[in-house]
């Protein structure tokens, strides 16, 4: 291991990649030791002094930690482009998320942030439809979208679940997306759900006079499986797939995305079991750097929390995710552990807060959020007293009342739907 990685005069380059990370080393670990084997281990180097890396090299491609404080538990990392396959999500995240993670040394460490080069934001597309593609796709430019996931999450068979996507969609859904977990299960096999949904969407659509889209989720075991069932779902004409993001990998995600275009499909970012590795705040990646993969890759949109619902995560967390979706410079802010990224116009992609919501949230969702969010409403949906239909018409109308600032206690009065929200979900 060679002892030069620290630099803290050092200016990072605009072709560096930079990394920010808390770093707790071992008892009797110094701080600058551990911040050295971590940004060795992290590009060039090893535990011990290897004859291999010759002092030329070390010089060209070292690693140099421009920031450390030990105070505060950082450092920072820049990177030279050259260490790195620039399209490659895996390979980067298996320098700057890899091995570290594992190291005696530190008792904790966890990746805050990536600063993308310009170099690795040219590698990527981004979204293909992003937010605004999105909005052209649903016909819906001035408001946030309703979405529902068909609810039991898994049980259903195929012709209750479109018919439960259908209910959605009537009472006023945009989207109905299938939940996590729901892929191809013998109960409700992926062929037949497909067709039978989107033959159940149409039939909304044509009733409603509003698009309506569902979101198949094309989750598989291998990459192939699950390219072959998007092409499927282009074929019976939809417009959308959804993807466990986590579960599946970015190798999957990558490959998805490549194929999505040429299907002309959009892609929604489903994160379960994102919190593996981005709940400790100690340790593991933040879910800013998940957020910012996704967006380099080109995912649509992404759940990123919803403060006010079931998941975890603080109002400045899932704000921070918010605008590392839709901004196209994120300017820095050292208290958050947010590095400054130019997206270089990469399209914006489109939030979405799921998780524990109901139509009562409704008027927090929207001045939190905005307009640009996607809010979904499973059990907020499915649980309503007079039904699915009604529970999404609840959604709808609080959708309307927040819109309109009218309180929703009000608006209640002439929408027996919402009035019936109210009562079942409305705190006392
Ligand atoms: O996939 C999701 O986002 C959740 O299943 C939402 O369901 P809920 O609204 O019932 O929590
Ligand atoms: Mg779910």
Known sequence: MRRDYIDIGYSPKETDLVCEFHIEPTAGVNFEEAATHLAGESSIDSWTEIATLSPELAEK???HVFYADEGAQTIRVAYSEELFEL???PQ???AVAGNILSMKIVDNVRL???AFPKSMINEFKGPNFGLPGIRKLVGVQDRPLIGTIVKPKVGLNSEKHAEVAYNSFVGGCDLVKDDENLSDQKFNSFEKRAELT????EKAESETGEKKMYLCNVTAPTCREMIRRMNFLKDLGASYVMVDI???GWTAIQTLREEAEDAGLALHAHRCMHSAYTRNPRHGISMLVVAKLCRLIGLDQLHIGTVVGKMHGEKHEVLNLRDQ????KVPADESQHILAQDWGGLKPMFPVASGGLAPTMIPDLYSIFGKDVIMQ?????????MGTVAGATACRQALEASLEGISLQDYAKNHKELETALGKWLKK
Not at 198 to 201: F, I, M, Q, T, V
């Open 112 to 114: 805050q942030d990536i």
């Open 92 to 94: 980067v995240l298996s």
């Open 61 to 63: 491609l070292k690693p």
């Open 246 to 248: 986590v579960p599946a």
């Open 325 to 328: 979706c839709v901004l196209d």
């Open 377 to 385: 409403f499973g059990g907020g949906i499915h649980a309503h007293p």
């Open 87 to 89: 399209g490659s999500v």
């Open 198 to 201: 989107l033959k159940l969407a």
